[in-house]
T-cell receptor
Framework: KAGVTQTPRYLIKTRGQQVTLSCSPISGHRSVSWYQQTPGQGLQFLFE???????NKGNFPGRFSGRQFSNSRSEMNVSTLELGDSALYLC????????????????FGPGTRLTVL | AQKITQTQPGMFVQEKEAVTLDCTYD???????LFWYKQPSSGEMIFLIYQGSYDEQNATEGRYSLNFQKARKSANLVISASQLGDSAMYFC?????????????FGGGTRVLVKP
């Protein structure tokens, strides 16, 4: 079955603009998580959505927001872009998400590479 | 708070040899999961192997095995018979207790370069 898809794959924006990234999870998966990857900070958790509700949030400013739709597709939005927002944004989906069994593995998409000029 | 430490920023390995990537973790949770992911230069994170905190046996998946030492809080990845396609970044990650939801905490990664 198809994996996690993310669009667009590459994006170039200027400071002050806003951007919306999209993620379609593996069919049947209900949990979607977002991560930011930069050379300096590594991989950092942004937020997780399950059944259209934000279930967990990382330590990022309010300029970073997200949502999930009834078909489990998710979008994240970054407003008032800063140079430091340049990063690879990774989306991951997992199956049940309600169970605390740690076998609920997250599968990642190819990422969206955002460059802020 | 959870923390993952990968002390090897980079390493070379000869093709067909085995390589061990170190990972230590810190958590106060009793129930947690440990994961290893591979990230080629393309950027996609590829799931390799999982170990649960209550699993008594070390996990294995093909050429990948996880050397889990709970008392030492280590979860080292062993790649046997290295192939050129194994050249990539490798990340150790942990998912914690109920409050953590699906949040993964990642280590800084180890870059592996396989030499022919």
């Amino acid at each position: 079955k198809a994996g996690v898809t993310q669009t667009p794959r590459y994006l170039i924006k200027t400071r002050g603009q806003q951007v919306t990234l999209s993620c379609s999870p593996i069919s049947g998966h209900r949990s979607v998580s977002w991560y930011q990857q930069t050379p300096g900070q590594g991989l950092q958790f942004l937020f997780e959505y399950f059944s259209e509700t934000q279930r967990n949030k990382g330590n990022f400013p309010g300029r970073f927001s997200g949502r999930q739709f009834s078909n489990s597709r998710s979008e994240m939005n970054v407003s008032t872009l800063e140079l430091g927002d340049s990063a690879l944004y990774l989306c991951a989906s997992s199956g049940r998400g309600t169970s605390m069994e740690s076998t609920d593995t997250q599968y990642f998409g190819p990422g969206t590479r955002l460059t802020v000029l | 708070a959870q923390k993952i430490t990968q002390t090897q920023p980079g390493m070379f390995v000869q093709e067909k040899e085995a390589v061990t990537l170190d990972c230590t973790y810190d958590t106060s949770d009793q129930s947690y999961g440990l994961f290893w992911y591979k990230q080629p230069s393309s950027g996609e994170m590829i799931f390799l192997i999982y170990q649960g905190s209550y699993d008594e046996q070390n996990a294995t998946e093909g050429r990948y095995s996880l050397n889990f030492q709970k008392a030492r809080k280590s979860a080292n990845l062993v790649i046997s018979a290295s192939q050129l396609g194994d050249s990539a970044m490798y990340f150790c990650a942990m998912r914690g207790g109920r409050a953590a939801g699906n949040k993964l905490t990642f280590g800084g990664g180890t870059r592996v370069l396989v030499k022919p």
